[in-house]
């Protein structure tokens, strides 16, 4: 850690730039205060007054400061900026922010590390989280994604346990290996996204060095009505970078907050970190035929089949001017959607589309959609919605609070009407299980043969067995059948990596 670098120099540049004379502090009322660095007492030693109104408002604001911290993807780290369409997509889309080339619309990007607390260090072997959020014409647009274009489960009923199993044990408080390769190997879907974790992918070097992936699979709509398949992609334009094991280690105990801190460096100091974005299409014939389900997020769309398709460039050019106001506050859903982009079948955002938002409700209020960071700017909100706490808008006024009305309230959208789809579905209602009827193996054996290399492959067996050693004996048998489906070799070195473990722990 550089202690000079524009991050530590915040309260010095406070002072230079942004503070003009120094002002008088107030209560939350606005009041001036004479004393701020002494109590009310009854004499010099005596016992304080409950009148002490100055005391009272601070203490019992720190008292209430801290909101609920999100049970997953709880420290991150946030900035502003850009998207830019540069290429045509107008016969996929008719989402406003594609409409023509060269436009721009504002966006929030917040980054995160998946399992850790928000005092947790960055540079853990963890899944990332990209979320961006598009404030367009046509109202916001949430993609939350993460640095990988998998996810380990596809059914969204599973989503609570599989955090569960690697946040802490219930008992003894702590990240616990039996309880992860439990989980891991008891549900073979997650093969795909684990390769990726232990591979040099699970440790990047800071948020800047990353791609980001939606990983679902969404519909888009064009102006004639027309709909398609597709996954979203952003390629960093810094290049991919990552940590090896042992700088990991260093930063932790020395920079534990280096991804933090590098976005806000990177950003103070005029380099703007960007991300081209890119789309697969698929067709609807073509989804109907394709030999894996188009559906499952734990797949990924091979790229010769569907070639990726350049769309624009997000750039972040401002750091936030309060990290709780504009990064803790900002609140993320896959339900926010725009006209001309809808959810796809793929269960897990099925159940995504409900829990986020239920979540942001549970950790910021009913009205989160109020603040500032969340508001979508560029348009205004007409609604049936009113009240709840912290209503802290107009309330819209004496519009009316019921649909339909005589009264002039707000009227449907003829431009939502016309790129609402029509899509048939047909089906007996029934709970699918679907852990071993879709293939989780040939993804995974392609990746491991043909994604790495040879030094990529000898990484990811000791990063796996270096994490999978402290695993009781019959998880680390169960993990290695599974990897031996994958592939023999995988198995095999992954037994002699877990041997030799073993004999250095002796
Ligand atoms: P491609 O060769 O066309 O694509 C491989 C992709 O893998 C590239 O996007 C590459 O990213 C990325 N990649 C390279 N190393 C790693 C790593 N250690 N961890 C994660 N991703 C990595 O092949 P296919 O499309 O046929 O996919 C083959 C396998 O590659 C898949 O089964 C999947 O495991 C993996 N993959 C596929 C992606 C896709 O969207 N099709 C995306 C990411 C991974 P880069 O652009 O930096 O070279």
């Not at 569907?306 to 769309?311: G, I, T, Y």
Request: aromatic share 12%.
């Amino acid at each position: 850690m550089c202690s000079r670098d524009p991050a530590s120099n915040q309260l010095i540049d406070y002072k230079t730039n942004d503070s003009e004379v120094q002002k008088e502090c107030t209560t939350s009322g606005g009041v001036s205060i004479g004393v701020k660095d002494a109590i009310q007492t009854v004499g010099p030693r005596g016992p304080a007054l409950l009148q002490d109104f100055v005391f009272l408002d601070e203490m019992m604001h720190f008292d209430t400061e801290r909101i609920p911290e999100r049970v997953a993807y709880a420290k991150g780290a946030g900035a502003f900026g850009y998207f830019e369409c540069t290429h045509d997509i107008t016969k996929f889309c008719a989402a406003s922010l594609f409409e023509r080339v060269r436009k721009r619309t504002a966006i929030a990007m917040r980054f995160s590390v998946a399992c850790g607390e928000s005092g947790s260090a960055d540079t853990v072997r963890e899944q990332r989280g990209f979320s961006v959020k598009f404030y367009t014409d046509d109202g916001i647009w949430d993609i939350v994604g993460c640095n990988m274009p998998v996810y380990y489960v596809r059914d969204p009923s599973l989503f609570p346990s599989l955090v569960h199993a690697q946040k802490r044990n219930p008992q003894t408080h702590l990240r616990d290996r039996d309880m992860f390769w439990d989980f891991m190997t008891l549900r073979p879907e997650t093969l795909h996204a684990l390769v990726m974790y232990f591979s040099d992918r699970g440790t990047p070097d800071g948020y800047r060095h990353m791609h980001g992936y939606g990983a679902h699979t969404y519909r888009m709509v064009n102006p004639s009505g027309e709909t398609y398949y597709v996954k979203f992609h952003f390629k960093t334009d810094q290049g991919i970078k990552n940590l090896d094991c042992r700088r990991c280690d260093e930063l932790r105990s020395h920079d534990p907050d280096y991804a933090i801190r590098d976005m806000y460096n990177s950003i103070k100091k005029c380099n703007y970190p960007s991300w081209s974005m890119f789309i697969q299409v698929m067709l609807n014939e073509e989804a109907k035929k394709c030999k894996f389900n188009p559906f499952d997020v734990t797949k990924v769309w091979p790229q010769k089949d569907f070639p990726l398709l350049p769309v624009g460039k997000l750039v972040l050019d401002r750091n936030p001017t309060n990290y709780f106001t504009e990064i803790e506050q900002l609140a993320f859903s896959p339900a926010h959607m725009v006209p001309g982009i809808e959810p796809s079948p793929d269960k897990m955002l099925q159940g995504r589309l409900f829990s986020y938002g239920d979540s942001q409700r549970y950790r910021l209020g009913t009205n989160y959609m109020q603040i500032p960071v969340n508001c979508p700017y560029r348009v205004q909100v007409r609604n049936f919605q009113r009240d709840g706490a912290m209503t802290v808008n107009d309330n819209q006024s004496g519009a009316p609070n019921y649909f339909p009305n005589s009264f002039c309230g707000p009227k449907e959208s003829s431009r939502a009407l016309a790129l609402q789809t029509c899509c048939p579905v047909a089906g007996d209602v029934y709970r699918y299980m679907s852990g071993d009827t879709e293939d989780n193996y040939s993804q995974v054996t392609d990746f491991w043969t043909y994604t790495l290399d040879n030094c990529g492959r000898k990484r990811l067996i000791r990063n796996m067995s270096e994490h999978l050693c402290e695993a009781s004996q019959f998880l680390q048998e169960r993990a290695v059948k599974l990897f031996t489906a994958v592939h023999s070799d995988f198995g095999r070195l992954l037994t002699e990596a877990l041997n030799t473990a073993r004999i250095s722990k002796l």
